[in-house]
């Protein structure tokens, strides 16, 4: 395999965003990256002081959401709400753009809340990833496509600051035809389309639909350097048992199957 357990294990931003989640549940998420020795957890705003001491000394960044998941709340909460994260010991910052903004083309809007963000985050020498919930995009919106919709946002968010463009949160559900609510996430068309999009000093993250060892290394591929998970145990571990079986190959693997 040309990449290495520590070249995907720190792709992976481990996820401790679901509502339901315990301070005991987030403490043993925080242990399990460390284990794991992942890039990163992703966690809410509430506990990410605690987070920064059940990582303390483990190489395991703290990354904070804001706005989260629907990116609705005013530019000046966001500001504020990461400026407490920083102060709480977050290393990066999760935002989600204000997309109701973004498809009535109010474009300056949209880049004011990014750079709002971005400017407090670098103020503490944190990075930010900024989400643009692609489940939401599919028909395009402010006269364009669906593929130029997302490639004027990762413009603005360039230009806003951004250190990584994200595809989604993992809880952007859709309506579907038969009345059931589901979402892709991350697909490989949204990862090459948003890494087209960029320079190279911005980086892609996917998120949802990555669920194991192949999907992670698809990401690779296709020019991501993160990718939210829950399932990091089950992709690392299916690393050692290839590595110990010798059978390290090419991933061919999918991604953009739902799921975060």
């Known amino acids: 395999m040309k990449y290495n357990y520590s070249d995907l294990a720190k792709m992976i931003d ?21 284990q794991y020795q992942v890039a990163s957890v992703c966690i809410k705003p509430y506990a990410v002081k605690q987070a920064v001491e059940w990582l303390r000394g483990s190489g395991v960044l703290v990354g ?4 989260f998941p629907h990116g609705n709340s005013s530019t000046e909460s966001k500001r504020y709400e990461t400026e407490l994260a920083c102060k709480d010991g977050a290393n990066e910052i999760d935002m989600v753009v204000n997309l109701g903004k973004a498809l009535g083309s109010d ?7 990014v750079k709002a963000v971005c400017d407090e985050a670098h103020k503490h020498g944190a990075k930010v990833k900024v989400i643009f919930e692609n489940d939401y995009l599919t028909n395009g919106g402010a006269g364009l496509s669906s593929d130029d919709f997302k490639r004027k946002l990762c413009e603005i968010c360039e230009r806003a600051g951004a250190d990584w463009v994200k595809t989604s949160t993992g809880y952007g559900f859709v309506k579907q035809a038969d009345g059931s609510y589901n979402y892709k996430g991350a697909t490989e068309h949204d990862l090459a389309l948003m890494r087209a999009s960029c320079s190279p000093k911005v980086q892609v993250k996917a998120a949802g639909g990555v669920r194991d060892l192949d999907g992670l290394i698809k990401v690779r591929d296709l ?13 690392m571990d299916e690393y050692r048992k290839r590595e110990a079986a010798g059978t390290l190959e090419g991933s061919g693997g999918k991604i953009g199957s739902g799921g975060y």
Not at 22 to 32: I, Q, R
Not at 107 to 113: G, H
Not at 223 to 235: F, K, L, Q, V
């Open 14 to 34: 481990h996820s401790l965003l679901h509502p339901t989640m315990t301070d005991a549940d987030l403490e043993a998420g925080c242990k399990l990256a460390a």
């Open 107 to 113: 474009w300056d809007y949209v880049e004011a809340d």
């Open 223 to 235: 020019g991501g350097s993160r990718c939210g998970a829950t399932a990091t145990a089950a992709m």
């Open 64 to 67: 904070c959401v804001i706005g």
